[in-house]
């Protein structure tokens, strides 16, 4: 009886010294939170002086523009977020990106029927230039990621897909399965591809070949000179320039 005693007051020990850990667990966790709470409004304080005293060169230099864009995305603070507020008011951010996302989708929905909602990055870049006339503020690449974030609401299926080495603007609801992205990948050099090719270099039976490029062209993305021989399909998205 003793032993068990002794065993039952041994785990009983063990159970407070468990207890004790745990909230000195529970202490230490809560101490570095707030320590980390801390140095997260110093960084965004820092980050606001920050942009104070650059706002010229973010507003003027794309590439500046997304290194700064980084920075923010590092510490949690989302200029996009909103088109009201410091960020906004301090360089009007918001207010370019959501601008900036509507001329993209009057040119994606203009030139929708033509490249069957597949537009060239490059293309669409040299198009908003074009739209936005030699005087306006210069944009990138970057800038344009970001502004079709904002058009993410409308539900429409605006967003950037990478095929190959090609980044598309896609402006239409689809899903690009594996097939598809394999397909496109292949005719991104000369801009097309034939069924033959697809066999000989996926090493696919002539019908999964057929099958693909035939779903391709009956959603616009494909075009098909059939006096080609063999008859080639022409990804519309990477020749159509404006």
Known sequence: MARRR???????????????FQRVGEALSQSQLEQLKSQLAAFKTNLEDFALKYRKDIKR????RMHFQR???NIGVDPLASNKGFWSELLGVGDFYYELGVQ????????RERNGGLLDMVDLKRMLERLRGKDAQEISED???RSIKTLKPLGNGFDVVQIGSRKLVQSVPRELNADFATVLGLAQTKGCTTVRD??????????RAQ???DELLKDG???????AHPPEFWVAGFFVSQ
């Open 71 to 73: 920075m923010c995305t």
């Open 198 to 207: 697809v066999e000989a270099r996926l090493g696919w039976h002539p019908d």
């Open 6 to 20: 002794a065993g039952i007051s041994g785990l009983q020990a063990q159970a407070r010294t468990n207890a004790d």
């Open 61 to 64: 230099d794309p590439k500046f």
């Open 211 to 213: 099958r693909v490029l």
């Open 221 to 227: 993305i494909c075009w098909l000179d059939a006096q």
């Open 143 to 145: 800038d344009i990621t």
């Open 104 to 111: 993209i989708a009057e040119i994606c929905i203009a030139t």
